[in-house]
C-alpha cells in the first residue's frame, strides 16, 4: 500500500509540474534561455527525456519523502503539507539557487523553479498522508 501512496503522489506533483510549467512556459523559457520555433514551442522539437526523468525524480522524491516522514511520526495532512513546504523550501530550492547563482541563471528561474519545488513537495506531503 505505501508504494502506491508513492506513486499517487508522485503523480500528483508531477500533474502539477505540467501546469505550473505551462502556465509559466514563455517566462520559463526566456529565464531558461531557451529558444523557440515560430510557434513559441522549444526549437528542435519534441524530446519526451524530461518528461521521463521528472516522472521518475518525483517517485525517487516522494518516497524518500514518505521514509522521512515515517521515521519523524508525519500521520495528518496538516503535518504532512507544512512538512512537504518544508522540503521544498528549505532543501530544494536553496540548492537551485546555489547551482543558478554559480552558473548566472537569472534569479526569475529560481523562483519558478523554486516555486514548483515548494508547491510540488507540499502537495507530495498531504497525499502521502491522506492514505
Known sequence: MEF????VAAAGA???????YMLLSK????????ERDEHGRP?????????IL????MVIVAGMM????????IDTV???LVAGLGVGLF???PWVMINYAYAGRPYRLTIIDGGYSVFGCAIIGAVLTLF
Open 27 to 34: 517566462p520559463w523559457m526566456d529565464a531558461a534561455g531557451i
Open 14 to 20: 508531477w500533474l502539477f509540474g505540467a501546469v505550473w
Open 43 to 51: 526549437a528542435g522539437g519534441f524530446d519526451a527525456t524530461p518528461f
Open 54 to 57: 521528472s516522472a521518475v525524480a
Open 4 to 7: 502506491i501512496n508513492v506513486l
Open 66 to 73: 514518505r521514509h522521512m516522514f515515517a521515521l519523524s511520526g
Open 78 to 80: 496538516g503535518k504532512g
Open 91 to 93: 532543501f530544494i530550492t
